[in-house]
Antibody, heavy 120, light 112 residues
């Protein structure tokens, strides 16, 4: 069973860059999944940020496109999110998740989520 | 982007009674593979979302059979035949037809 664990700074200053890493255990990051980031602003719903395949192919939410980068490190079985020029509106719980496209199209595993606060 | 609209916003249900949640998409989610690319997730309090239903009507592994999904095209429904206390939380639909993937706004289910 795949397990995902987010890590990274919990506090980021306005105009700074948010950086998170998701460690994958119990499976290979080179498997046939898309590795994704989803966020949830306090008291709000879920927003898809983007995804990466083990080949390095990416898809991003156009609402964040110019500020977001997702990368993958196959040697360490992990993938990462960077979000630049952050504002208070980027304060959210950030989840990493695996997206299955084999048996269906769905998020099958999620990390526990990490709250990142943008504040000076 | 495909806009997903859920209703109602909240639901208060007596244990043992049924519950129904609606999800409507701004465009058809029926793919050329003949499946509707629509999932349902439950986010229990303090937890990450968990998959309930995929491709419109397929129950995920381990999901009780009191949960069922139906619908096609732009109109979908999640039904709980007999609500139990452990079913409380926020239910989200997700369109998985195209990126950006988009979620519904959520339906909060409480127990009376």
């Amino acid at each position: 069973q795949i397990q995902l664990q987010e890590s990274g700074p919990r506090l980021v200053k306005p105009s700074g860059t948010l950086s998170l890493t998701c460690g994958v255990s119990g499976g290979s990051i080179s498997s046939d999944n898309w590795w994704s980031w989803v966020r949830q602003s306090p008291g709000k719903g879920l927003e898809w940020i983007g995804e990466i395949y083990h080949t390095g192919s990416t898809n991003y939410n156009p609402s964040l496109n110019s500020r977001v980068t997702i990368s993958i490190d196959k040697s360490k079985n992990r993938f990462s999110l960077t979000l630049s020029s952050v504002t208070a509106a980027d304060t959210a719980v950030y989840y990493c998740a695996s997206y299955d496209t084999n048996g269906g199209y769905f998020f099958d595993y999620w990390g526990q989520g990490t709250l990142v606060t943008v504040s000076s | 982007d495909i806009v997903m609209t859920q209703s109602p916003l909240s639901l208060s249900v007596t244990p043992g009674e049924p519950a129904s949640i609606s999800c409507r998409s701004s465009q058809s989610l029926l793919h050329s593979d003949t499946y509707n690319h629509l999932d349902w997730y439950l986010q229990k309090p303090g937890q990450s979302p968990q998959l309930l239903i995929y491709l419109g009507s397929n129950r995920a592994s381990g999901v009780p059979d009191r949960f069922s999904g139906s619908g096609s095209g732009t109109d979908f429904t999640l039904e709980i035949s007999r609500v139990e206390a452990e079913d409380v939380g926020v239910y989200y639909c997700l369109q998985a037809l195209q990126t950006p993937l988009t979620f519904g706004g959520g339906t909060k289910v409480e127990i009376k």
